[in-house]
């Protein structure tokens, strides 16, 4: 059973910043990263990070967030920099996990941690 357990969400003001972890309980963790979905919009990429460390970001939060892990921890980061009103939303948490057939499962989500931008 796998367990993504977000934190560090809130309210901040424009040009602040958060720090968002999720631990994760399971087995060995493959691609871990952050979505997000605003009200009356899809879910969308924020950025993902392998377990080698190869991230990915969505164009609209490069040089402003950066996604980290910590894979003895089976933890990932976002540390969130420059905040903006349209980076509110509710940010999720996703993994893979390695299956007993040696595959990536399917990505496992977490309930997800509010972040408020105030203008």
């Known amino acids: 059973q796998v367990q993504l357990v977000e934190s560090g969400g809130g309210l901040v003001q424009a040009g602040g910043s958060l720090r968002l972890s999720c631990a994760a309980s399971?087995?060995?963790?493959?691609?871990m990263g952050w979505y997000r979905q605003a009200p009356g919009k899809q879910r969308e990429l924020v950025a993902v990070?392998?377990?080698?460390?190869?991230?990915n970001y969505a164009d609209s939060v490069k040089g402003r967030f950066t996604i980290s892990r910590d894979n003895a921890k089976n933890t990932v980061y976002l540390q969130m920099n420059g905040l903006k009103p349209e980076d509110t939303a509710v940010y999720y948490c996703?993994?893979?996990?390695?299956?007993?057939?040696?595959?990536?499962?399917?990505?496992?989500w977490g309930q997800g941690t509010q972040v408020t931008v105030s203008s």
């Open positions: 996703t993994a893979r996990v390695l299956l007993s057939d040696k595959t990536w499962s399917d990505a496992n």
């Open positions: 399971g087995n060995i963790f493959g691609t």
């Open positions: 990070v392998s377990r080698g460390g190869i991230t």
